[in-house]
């Protein structure tokens, strides 16, 4: 097979949940030009909507909250009824809530570990369930974070659920790429710095000077910088990578 060809991404269906904006339409966006059917996955119709638009292609918004079990089943089950195959999981969704550790609501704890860890973990199960494991061949790439690789510096407002559930991801993406891989399924994580998001516009209002003098490269993330990576642990190209961790920070995790 060509280098191109390993790139190539047609025939195959991409889930991308959280993929209306920000890096989850990043990376829906990579796939996309290399030629996987997007199934979009968000809460807000309106914002898939737009998506959709922008991508254009074989791409169809799927609204649900995948903060509930449900939810989770009836997304896998549209999705199977809509194209009829699932070959790629992008599990992008998430959500943080900013408070000390000492002062952290019961409720943003919850709200932060049902969607991040075990939102992502009923959908991943729910995929490999319907696809999967029948077809004996898929790829999961999980969105982590630098967030779950170190504690979070004492200057900024605590996430403890949101460091905590990213570091769960990353052992979750080891010991189901163990488990699963004699079967077929690959199993990744991708853990990005800080990229300018909606989520993260209050951090970097406020830290973005700091933090750009933490990153190597001097910048943040930027609109292309997850495409590569994503295409990568999505296609044949990364074929021989299952549990890893790919970092994605301008170098801030090495100083």
Do not use: C
């Not at 796939?31 to 791409?59: F, I, M, P, T």
């Not at 970097?204 to 994503?230: E, F, I, S």
Request: hydrophobic residues 45%; glycine residues 14%; negative net charge.
């Amino acid at each position: 097979m060509s280098l191109a060809g390993l790139f190539d991404l047609t025939g195959r269906v991409s889930i991308v949940t959280g993929g209306s904006r920000g890096l989850g339409l990043q990376i829906a966006r990579a796939l996309g030009e290399y030629g996987a059917s997007l199934a979009l996955v968000a809460r807000k119709q309106n914002e898939l909507d737009a998506a959709v638009a922008e991508l254009g292609g074989d791409a169809v918004a799927f609204a649900a909250d995948l903060g509930t079990p449900e939810a989770v089943a009836d997304l896998t089950s549209r999705v199977m009824a809509h194209f009829g195959r699932i070959d790629v999981l992008v599990n992008n969704a998430g959500t943080s809530w900013g408070a000390p550790a000492e002062a952290y609501p019961l409720e943003g704890w919850s709200k932060v570990i049902d969607l991040n860890v075990t939102g992502l973990f009923l959908l991943t199960q729910a995929v490999a369930r319907a696809a999967f494991l029948p077809q004996g061949k898929g790829a999961v790439i999980n969105v982590a974070s630098i967030e779950g690789l170190l504690g979070h510096h004492p200057d900024r407002i605590g996430t403890i659920a949101y460091n905590t559930a990213k570091g769960a991801v990353i052992n979750l993406t080891r010991a189901l790429a163990a488990e699963w891989g004699p079967r077929g399924i690959r199993v990744n994580a991708l853990a990005p710095g800080f990229f300018p998001s909606k989520m993260t516009g209050s951090t970097l209002d406020t830290h973005g000077g700091a933090l750009l003098h933490q990153t190597p490269l001097g910048k943040l993330g930027g609109d292309t910088d997850l495409m590569g990576p994503a295409l990568l642990l999505a296609s044949d190209a990364g074929g021989h990578i299952t549990g890893q961790v790919l970092v994605v920070d301008g170098g801030t995790t090495i100083i």
